[in-house]
């Protein structure tokens, strides 16, 4: 089983980046998808998730109107597209697999002009 982010890097306040977490060795579409974050010296926080079939999707409110989660399950890929990004949404950025306990190793994401 892997899920494998990619995507992270540095962005300037205002910019935008597209993360992609993509994911093998089970049935992708089965399952609830979610992303988090962690930053230094802080708990790792929930951030948007996706329901099997895409049809619905939650946000935490420290990113809703600014991140979107969505996913191709013919790709077992689920995105994170985040736009309006702010110096506070730096952190390491992880896709999971809540039903199975999956994690990804997590992309770095520095937004820092």
């Known amino acids: 089983v892997q899920l494998v982010e990619s995507g992270g890097g540095l962005v300037q306040p205002g910019g935008s980046l597209r993360l992609s977490c993509a994911a093998s060795?089970?049935?992708?579409?089965?399952?609830?998808m979610s992303w988090y974050r962690q930053a230094p010296g802080k708990e790792r926080e929930f951030l948007a998730q996706?329901?099997?079939?895409?049809?619905?999707?939650n946000y935490a409110d420290s990113v809703k109107g600014r991140f979107t989660i969505a996913r191709d399950n013919a790709k077992n890929t689920v995105w994170l597209q985040m736009d309006s990004l702010k110096p506070d949404d730096t952190a390491v950025y992880y896709c999971?697999?809540?039903?199975?306990?999956?994690w990804g190793q997590g992309t770095q994401v520095t937004v820092s002009s």
């Open positions: 999971n697999c809540p039903a199975r306990g999956y």
């Open positions: 060795g089970f049935t992708f579409s089965r399952y609830l």
């Open positions: 996706i329901t099997s079939a895409g049809g619905n999707t």
